[in-house]
């Protein structure tokens, strides 16, 4: 049977497989970077709307979920988002920043790609795809049967990401690997995803799909300032989508539709007006959404008819709107998976197993989650290329 034998053979050509195939093969180490679809890196093509939202100027630790907070602190201070712009300069790729330090490609994420690529190339590194990775055993070296023979390597790397997104290809591969070496895992849940609500809850908020406004999202002790979308199941948007990975089952979201008002003084300001409620909220509010929450939360009278005790109960309401989720929509519409490979059995500066010298687990496979806002790419680049420097 032919064997292949590499130094370094990584499962999984996405972000962070790529950065750790060229840091590797430009330290003059022999890669082989496998995976099993036909089209290469296609979450980083779809990502942010074909643009690829690549990195956060303002990545920090603070912006990562993980059971073991501090294990993203070296890995992120070692490969900063300034490293990979300098790599999308020498490569003419053009960028620009949008809201909140995040970083989009000026033409289609395809460049990206396309740089990633050509920097493993100039490197060297062997690519086998498409190519099934099957049976992993483990002797003075890794022993990998595929599609297309074995393949014997020193270090083997898992960079087959989570379960989010499954149509493009997402499967639980790595997690079998960690399981089958005897490396715990963390609870995994879909993150960066929309929220549903029981139907009939949600029944007197349908008509407001597709209405949108700035709101600030609260659970636990996170928060979120950002667009909340109403969806015919229930809320989407950037600050729907940033608590989801924080939001606990069973449990209430704390929402304030109107950070900038206080209502309780607007209100007593105006009590005199003769407006009706919802023609006067729509001063503040979407025109759907005030019509709602005239005619829902309250009754819709001119102010001056409103009871005093009323207003107050709405102001509070509009200020701190308690609604629980029935769930999420799932890993079909979630950008990442929360948890994964628990990273207190791995190196914070290599990546690499503790208990299991040369394996090696990168990118969103592991328990560390970015918020939205192009941080998990840039996880994907600095874990890639910590464990390209160890390999």
């Known amino acids: 049977m032919n064997v292949q034998k590499t130094d370094v053979l990584?499962?999984?050509?996405?972000?962070?497989g790529m950065m750790c195939a060229l840091?590797?093969?430009q330290r003059g180490r022999s890669v082989l970077l496998l995976d099993h679809a036909h089209k290469l890196a296609e979450k980083i093509r779809i990502s942010g709307g074909g643009r690829c939202n690549f990195t956060n100027l303002n990545a920090k630790p603070e912006n990562y979920l993980s059971l073991n907070p501090h294990f993203c602190r070296s890995a992120l201070a070692r490969f900063t988002p300034q490293h990979f712009i300098a790599m999308l300069d020498r490569h003419g790729i053009g960028h620009h920043e949008k809201t909140l330090g995040q970083l989009f490609c000026d033409d289609e994420s395809e460049a990206i790609i396309a740089m990633l690529k050509s920097e493993c190339d100039a490197a060297s590194v062997h690519w086998s795809m498409p190519c099934e990775a099957g049976e992993i055993r483990r002797g003075s070296a890794f022993t990998v049967n595929t599609a297309?023979?074995?393949?014997?390597s020193a270090s083997l790397v898992i960079a087959t990401g989570g379960l989010s997104i499954p149509k493009i290809g997402a499967t639980p591969f790595g997690y079998k690997v960690a399981e089958q070496f005897g490396v715990p895992m963390t609870r995994l849940?879909?993150?960066?995803?929309?929220l549903n609500f029981h139907p009939e809850e949600w029944a007197a908020y349908t008509d407001l799909s597709g209405a949108s406004l700035e709101a600030v999202v609260s659970f636990d002790k996170h928060s979120f300032r950002e667009n909340l979308l109403f969806t015919h199941r229930g809320l989407s948007g950037p600050a729907i989508l940033q608590i989801s990975s924080y939001w606990e089952p069973g449990e209430p979201l704390d929402i304030d539709l109107l950070p900038d008002h206080d209502m309780r003084e607007i209100f007593a300001q105006q009590r005199g007006s003769k407006m009706l409620l919802g023609n006067f909220l729509a001063q503040y509010l979407p025109k759907r959404l005030?019509?709602?929450?005239a005619t829902k939360w309250a009754q819709n009278l001119p102010l001056n008819q409103c009871a005093d005790k009323e207003l107050r109960a709405l102001a509070d309401k509009l200020k701190h709107w308690q609604i629980t989720p029935t769930g999420t929509l799932g890993y079909s519409k979630a950008e990442v998976t929360c948890?994964?490979?628990?990273?207190?059995?791995?190196s914070s500066k290599t990546m690499e197993c503790n208990d299991v010298p040369g394996l090696f687990f990168?990118?969103?496979?592991?328990?560390?989650?970015g918020q939205l806002g192009g941080y998990n790419f840039q996880w994907a680049w600095a874990s890639g290329y910590a464990a390209g420097q160890a390999v």
């Open 23 to 25: 840091t590797a093969a």
């Open 339 to 346: 948890g994964g490979v628990d990273t207190r059995a791995l």
């Open 290 to 293: 005030a019509d709602i929450v």
């Open 189 to 194: 849940k879909p993150g960066l995803v929309p």
């Open 148 to 152: 297309r023979g074995i393949i014997e």
């Open 10 to 16: 990584i499962i999984g050509a996405g972000a962070a």
């Open 362 to 369: 990168i990118g969103e496979v592991m328990d560390v989650t």
